[in-house]
């Protein structure tokens, strides 16, 4: 565990999962703004994962530097081939070419495929039509309380910053080892293959010294999405994590204190062999159990409460609160003065 102090302020992020659409535009609104170099190409800083699914990279809980009980183990780099997965070229000039001609071509990788992001997309599992499901996990950098990948680092590269505990990578003194890559059990620390430095999501740390959200939540259609400082008892992040205690870490287990917090996903219920609903979840409580930690159950039954206190028209703060009326809610920032690694500007 890190023994740095702690930091003055924690900038964080909840995402109510209930609302999200799985339609990657926080992914493209990052991968636009941050990845376009050659060197991160096949990395996606925020990703949207279908879940239950491998997730991205393939399988990262297993092989991250945490155990399930939080013990700190070796982690691994994945493999670009079976856990970030290629990017791969198509025939499109093949398609267009049989226009016309008696044999029509379909598009299709001229490469063989193993895995790619969203390679398990929409698949869930379960047997239609009585218990089938998924739900969609957008992830991004934790920016944790004690981030693995900062000790990780023997060149003290990584930083986490005072003023507002963003995580970020100095590529000035990074030499590319790629021991923060091993260690992050969350498997969000990436390695520019062209500058052989680490890369990862800085929560959009331009944005948020001007007091504007990350793009990610800015650009999220389905409003599920809220920033703002765990303190500020006004701003959204405190009323969903202290307050109604409705947002929970991904894999808290892990000991290293995520700042990024879910809402967990209710599910419509099982159907019998006639069609007839059970009362049953579709999604397995022990499921959420694993991802969320042991508070899920009381969380649903908060959700559920106030859901039925809105429909018999009475008050919840909670609920207008995720119903996120105005986006512009969602969202309490301050513009605050910039900090590159420890100097203020």
Known sequence: ?????????????????????????????????????????????????????????????????????????????????????????????DVLASTGQPVKLWIKPKEEVKWGPNFDEDEGTGHYPQDNHYFYLPRLCNHCTHPACLDACPRGAIEKREHDGIVLVNQDRCHGYRFCVEACPYKKVYFDHVRQVSAKCIFCAPRVEEGVAPACARQCPGRLRFVGYRDDQDGPIWKLVEKYQVALPLHGEWGLGPNVFYVPPMSPSKMDDRGRPTGEPRIPLAYLESLFGPRVKDVLNLLHAERDKKKRGEKSELMDLLIAYNWNDNFKLEPQQREVFGERH
């Open 1 to 93: 565990m890190s023994t740095q102090t702690p930091t003055q302020r924690q900038v964080s992020m909840v995402l109510d999962l209930n609302k999200c659409l799985g339609c990657h535009t926080c992914s493209i609104a990052c991968k636009k703004m941050w990845n376009t170099d050659p060197g991160t190409d096949y990395t996606y800083w925020n990703n949207v994962e279908t879940m239950p699914g491998k997730g991205y990279p393939a399988n990262y809980p297993q092989i991250g530097g945490r155990t399930e009980t939080g013990e700190v183990k070796r982690g691994q780099i994945p493999n670009m081939d079976t856990g970030y997965g290629r990017s791969w070229s198509f025939n499109h000039k």
